[in-house]
C-alpha cells in the first residue's frame, strides 16, 4: 500500500523560509555575507495532539496554535541573525535596527504565516463588527446584510492592510520569499529536481497558504454570523468573538476541500478568492531566494528521513508470539 503524500507546509521569515515536515522544522536564512544559516529542530508530537488532529473542525484550532508555538522559535531566530547584520559596529548603543522597521516586518511575518494568527483574527473580527455597527446598523436590520456589510468593511480593512505594508522594502522582500516557499512547494509536488531553474517555473499562488484561510475566514464568517443576532455594539463583538473557533475550524476544512478537488473542473474555483489574496502576500523572488528555500526544504527532508529511519523496527522486532 502506497503512503499518502505528506502535505509539507512553511512560512516566509525575515531573509528566509521555514519548512515544516513530519518530524522537522528548518528554517534557512540569507546573511548579510551571502552565507546561508540553518535553524534545526524536531516537531514535539503528543497522542493528545495527534488524537485532537484527527477531528474535523477541531483539527483547524489546534493546527494553528501548534503552529505559532513553533513558528515562533523560528521568528526569533530569522529576527536575530537580521539584527546581527544591521548593527552599527561603531555604535554598540544603538538598536541593531530600528524598532519601526522590526515591528513592521513582523507585523509583515505575522499575516504572511500563522504566527500570532489568532491574535490578528481577534483584531480583525472586532474592529469590523465595531465600525460596521456603527456605520450601518440604524439603516440595516436584516441580519444577512449585517453580516455582508461587515464582512465588506474586513475585508477592505485587510487588503488596505496588506496593500500598506506591501509598500516598504522589507515587507516586499519578505513577500518574495513567500513567494519562494510556494514554488519550491509546488515544484517538489509536481517530482521535480528541486534546482533553481526548476523551481523558478512555477507559480507563486499555491492553495493551501495561510493567505487563503484568511480569505476563507472571512467568506464563512459572513455566512455564521448572519444565523445569530445581538443586541448593540459590545453585544455584537462578544458573539463574534465567540463564534471565531467555529469559523475558524469550518474554515479550516474548507481550506482542506478546496485543495483537495483543486484539480476537478468547475470545483477548482472554490479555491480562487484565496489565490486572488495571494496576489498581495507574495511577489516573483530571485534566484538567491529561492535557492534559500531549496535549503531549508532539502534539509528539512534529509532531518525528516532520517528521523522515520529511527521509527521504524527490524524485522526480528516485528515479529511476536500470539
Known sequence: ???????????????????????????????????????????????????????????????????????????????????????????????PSSNQSKWMMILGVALVGILSFLFGKVLFTAVPAFLASVLFDRFVQNLAIQSLLEGVIKTLLLLSYLWLISQTPMIKRLFQYHGAEHKVITAFEHGEELTVTNVQKYSTLHYRCGSSFIILSIIVGVIVYSFFSYDGVWDRIVTRLLLLPAVLGISYELLRLTNAVRDVPVLTYLGYPGLWLQKLTTKEPDDTQVEVAIHAFVRMRELDAQEARQHVKPASQLVHSS
Open 1 to 95: 500500500m502506497s503512503d499518502k503524500p505528506i502535505a509539507y507546509g512553511g512560512q516566509a521569515v525575515i531573509e528566509g523560509v521555514m519548512f515544516g515536515g513530519q518530524h522537522a522544522q528548518v528554517t534557512a536564512v540569507r546573511r548579510k555575507d551571502g552565507n546561508i544559516e540553518l535553524f534545526e529542530c524536531k516537531k514535539k508530537t503528543s497522542p493528545t495532539l495527534n488524537f485532537l488532529m484527527k477531528i474535523p473542525f477541531l483539527r483547524g484550532i489546534v493546527a494553528i496554535i501548534a503552529a505559532s508555538a513553533s513558528g515562533a522559535k523560528h521568528l526569533q531566530f530569522a529576527t536575530e541573525q537580521y539584527e546581527l547584520d544591521h548593527a552599527d559596529p561603531d555604535d554598540p548603543e544603538q538598536a
